[in-house]
Nanobody, 124 residues
């Protein structure tokens, strides 16, 4: 069973950048597909980005395409979310998630393992 620890959140002005990290332990990281989700106050937790176990496939929600990049380093057991051109509507708690399946998945229910979350706040 894999354990996930999210980090890298913070407070940034609109147009700024942050890089989130998710460190995994307790499992064979390179066999897990990874995802990033976010949860804003008053909204449902939503999919942001996902990457396949080898890093060959990625998927993004439309609102972050061209601004966010998901990547992974299997040697470091870490997945990243580079967030550029941040907007106030990106403000949320961001969570990484992991599971083993045969395709990149975008639903909350598809992932069994979750990090504790890291707060991202973007001011206008």
């Amino acid at each position: 069973q894999v354990q996930l620890v999210d980090s890298g959140g913070g407070f940034v002005q609109a147009g700024g950048s942050l890089r989130l990290s998710c460190a995994a332990s307790g499992g064979t990281f390179s066999t897990y597909n990874m995802g990033w989700f976010r949860h804003a106050p008053g909204k449902e937790r939503e999919f942001v980005a996902a990457i396949s176990w080898a890093g060959s496939r990625t998927q993004y929600i439309d609102s972050v395409k061209g601004r966010f990049t998901i990547s992974r380093d299997n040697a470091k057991n870490t997945v990243y979310l580079q967030m550029n051109s941040l907007k106030p509507e990106d403000t949320a708690v961001y969570y990484c998630a992991a599971d083993r399946f045969d395709a990149v998945r975008t639903t909350v229910s598809a992932y069994r393992y979750w990090g504790q979350g890291t707060q991202v706040t973007v001011s206008s």
